[in-house]
Structures are given as structure tokens and as C-alpha cells.
């Protein structure tokens, strides 16, 4: 059974950084490529960033240059480092699987003074 799930998130100050981690487990990690998709209130899923199985990365426009996925293989491990932050990065944080089949819980970053 596959299981997804996320920690790390908070309240942060604008231009602060979190980084969020999804431990990962009951699928072969290594070989699928993941992906994080936040929703923000009152809005639909956002795809924010993936990684696939050789390590080669995207991101979205808005989180180019700020945001760096990376996972950690022998600890089945998916992270999100953000660094700053800004208030419309405020949303719920999922950690997903190729394809989108499988999601997390989810983790609150809340971006505000």
C-alpha cells in the first residue's frame, strides 16, 4: 500500500524559507517520478515542481530559481526546499506520485507578517 507523508510546514515570515519533506513508502521510490502540487484556499491544485528517476528537475514560473526539489533514495524521502517565501505561497502542500495517483495529506505553509 502506498503511503505519502508530508511534514515541515508552518508559518513563516515573507522571505523566510521551510523545507518540507514526504517520507515515502510502499512503492519502489527510487523509480517513479514525484511531484509536489499545492492548493491554496478557494483555488484549484497548482503543480509546483517534480523530479524524475535520474534526478532531472522542473518547476513552475513561480517557483523557478526559488524553490529546489531534491529526494533522498535510500531514505524513500522526497523534499522541497523554499526559500523566499512570498504570501501567495501560502496553500496546502502535497507530495504526489507519477501520473498523480497517489497524494499525500498535505502540510499548511501559511506565508504572512
Known amino acids: 500500500e502506498v503511503h505519502l507523508v508530508e511534514s515541515g510546514g508552518g508559518l513563516v515570515q515573507p522571505g523566510g524559507s521551510l523545507r518540507l519533506s514526504c517520507a515515502a513508502s510502499?512503492?519502489?521510490?527510487?523509480?517513479?517520478?514525484m511531484n509536489w502540487v499545492r492548493q491554496a484556499p478557494g483555488k484549484g491544485p497548482e503543480w509546483v515542481s517534480d523530479?524524475?528517476?535520474?534526478?532531472?528537475?522542473t518547476y513552475n514560473k513561480g517557483s523557478v530559481n526559488r524553490f529546489t526539489i531534491s529526494r533522498d533514495i535510500a531514505k524513500n524521502t522526497l523534499y522541497l526546499q523554499m526559500n523566499n517565501l512570498k504570501p501567495e505561497d501560502t496553500a496546502v502542500y502535497y507530495c504526489?506520485?507519477?501520473?498523480?495517483?497517489?497524494w499525500g495529506q498535505g502540510t499548511q505553509v501559511t506565508v504572512s507578517s
Open positions: 504526489v506520485t507519477q501520473g498523480f495517483n497517489y
Open positions: 510502499g512503492f519502489p521510490f527510487g523509480s517513479y517520478s
Open positions: 523530479i524524475d528517476s535520474r534526478g532531472g528537475t
